[in-house]
């Protein structure tokens, strides 16, 4: 109730705008009408494609450009968590129309969702964990299993500014299990951004090793295929 309040008072005096093209947005999602048209294209990837050998499949539901793009740099770099409810909004509507038993009959079964764990420093600095902020809330509302068994093994650099080969060094090692975890033998691993798939990879690879059968994996946006 309180929610649904201060989101309707702040639409009246604060009205939001599409990060895309500025126009005003009047629901309770991200970008505008045309912006989410021109940007909303699920598609699922090959992991071999992209050199992804540990990955069984990869699923993104927007290119990341425009209005997208920006939302997700203003979260990260701008420390604007309010984008984040209308991003998880975006990610949530969009998925309604597409099933995760493409992947097969397993994923009809209860899914266990493992978010890509975000450093630990960046998380402290921003006072929040985006993967969370917008997929938690899906796994809830479709009955999934919210699983954090990955953590941090040591500091990285942020992967945008660096070349495929960096980024596969930047990030090998650098992901683990958390003591006394135990994994399912089917997971859906989810991060917001799908750059070159090798943090899904590498996550995939360290799941497989401590018993997982098959690892999909699941972002809001990736720059793949445009």
């Given at each position: 109730m309180w929610q649904e309040l201060k989101r309707l008072l702040l639409d009246i005096f604060y009205p939001r705008s599409c990060p895309g093209c500025g126009t005003q947005v009047q629901e309770e999602g991200l970008l505008c009408p045309a912006c989410r048209a021109g940007l909303l294209e699920p598609r699922t990837v090959v992991p071999e494609s992209v050199g992804c050998r540990h990955l069984d499949g990869l699923f993104f539901l927007f290119h990341y450009e425009g209005g997208i793009r920006e939302g997700l740099h203003q979260a990260k770099f701008g420390r604007r968590r309010e984008v984040l409810a209308p991003l998880a909004y975006e990610w949530a509507r969009g998925m309604e129309q597409e099933a995760l038993l493409n992947w097969g009959p397993e994923l009809a079964r209860a899914v266990a969702v493992v978010p890509i764990p975000t450093d630990e420093g960046r998380r402290k600095e921003r006072g929040y964990d985006i993967p969370e902020e917008i997929f938690r809330g899906w796994c809830g509302?479709?009955?999934?299993?919210?699983?954090?068994?990955?953590?941090?093994?040591?500091?990285?650099?942020?992967?945008?500014?660096?070349?495929?080969?960096?980024?596969?060094?930047?990030?090998?090692?650098?992901?683990?299990?958390?003591?006394?975890?135990?994994?399912?033998?089917v997971v859906v691993l989810a991060d917001d951004i799908v750059t070159s798939g090798t943090t899904v990879e590498e996550a995939a690879r360290v799941l497989k090793a401590a018993g997982a059968e098959r690892v999909y994996a699941v972002a809001l946006a990736s720059g793949m295929g445009k």
């Open positions: 509302q479709r009955g999934f299993v919210w699983l954090p068994v990955l953590r941090r093994m040591r500091p990285t650099l942020p992967q945008y500014a660096l070349s495929v080969e960096a980024r596969k060094e930047n990030i090998r090692g650098s992901l683990g299990l958390v003591p006394g975890c135990s994994v399912p033998p």
